[in-house]
């Protein structure tokens, strides 16, 4: 009959028809179950990060902690066997416990800046009047080293800057700690301010060993030494150079470092004009 047949046309068209909509339900389904997961995994991964950067500080950390508690505790035990050199070990654990305050003082540092709690009380200075107090305060230590520190600034106008100017007079202090310690050379340390139409830019070069370029990719990161056997004698805790790029990325500004083998190392800041007038 060709009622029957005309019907069980529509029934198989219905049928595939649904069939259709079945597999592009399910193939639907799978998309979005997919895209989910990559939204998700997108969405965890800084958490993630997050975690294993504070995992592998605190693993670093208390590596760093371990080697001066145990100087401590060994020389305290030496001068218990040998009390006639008592004042020996009494020094050593004097330098020990030094090492161990400035490590905890970065520590708390680096860590403030880490949870966002760390900040720095901006005002309006005069870049110029900075590197000259900076030039006078280190310059004696400079010259007790053996080595001789050079200011360079042009007769223009900086103009002001916002700046805090103690956490600004530390990174400079860092530098220079480090270009003293790793930077001997009979030409000594170079200051420099210059301007642009955008930046002031702060240099500090040394005419030293230099940085090989895989040291120099790592040297901004937590704990990261180019030198360990000399870090140990200048009681250098690897957190220098990582506070120094906090407190400048505080003021909005950069920090890159260029150095070349056997000819020195030159670290420059930049910090905007412009961001004293966004605050205005």
Known sequence: CYVCKDLSAVYRTLLLYILILLIGFIIGCLILYVISQMMSRRAMQPIKNNLQEQNAFFHAASHELKSPIAVIMANNSASIVDPRNLEKYRSVIGK?????????????????????????NLSKKQPDTILIQCYEKMEPLVRNAGMCLNIEIADIDYGEILVDEDRLMQVLQILISNAIAYGKSQKGILLQLIKNKKNVIFAVRDYGAGISAEDAAHIFERFYRVDKARSRETGGTGLGLAIVRNIILMHHGTIKVHSEENIGTTFTMRIPLNYVENQQ
């Open 96 to 120: 020990e416990c030094e090492r161990m305050t400035t490590l905890v003082q970065d520590l708390l540092l680096v860590a403030s800046s880490s949870t966002n709690s760390f900040s720095v």
